[in-house]
């Protein structure tokens, strides 16, 4: 008999660096094995309406394409202009999620040039999680 376990959850970093202040979202909701994930970077000013999008947009049909989705809010942050330590916090953000999926046997992307294409979307509001996420109609 085959059975799935159900994983919900979330949990909210919030890091002081010397050079740039962000925070950390990951939000998970599966009944699978393979957890497929979403990487979403935006402005820390737009980070917990984001945040708090997240499971109301889970919560509704149509049901997403993947299980994970992780956020990275960066103080200041202009997605048209990224700053070298910019890159660097989102650099190592990307390193953390795969130990955090290689720990718990999930799948590991190491191709950074596919995680951008593939994974990696630089979002300024709420809104913009519709255009990776299945939001339902407002009719």
Not at 38 to 65: C, H
Not at 81 to 108: G, P, T
């Amino acid at each position: 008999m085959l059975s799935s376990q159900i994983i919900k959850g979330e949990e909210t970093y919030y890091i002081a660096n010397q050079e740039k202040n962000y925070s950390t979202y990951h939000f998970v909701k599966s009944e699978y094995s393979i957890r497929s994930f979403q990487i979403f970077v935006v402005n820390m000013i737009n980070f917990e309406k984001i945040k708090s999008s997240i499971p109301k947009t889970f919560s509704r049909r149509p049901k997403q394409d993947f299980t994970d989705i992780y956020v990275l809010g960066i103080e200041n942050f202009d997605k048209t202009q990224l700053m070298e330590n910019e890159k660097k916090i989102i650099e190592n953000y990307i390193i953390e999620i795969n130990k955090y999926r290689a720990f718990y046997n999930l799948s590991v992307i190491e191709d950074r040039e596919f995680i951008e294409k593939n994974f990696l979307h630089y979002i300024d509001n709420e809104k913009d999680l519709c255009l990776y996420m299945l939001c339902p109609d407002k009719n």
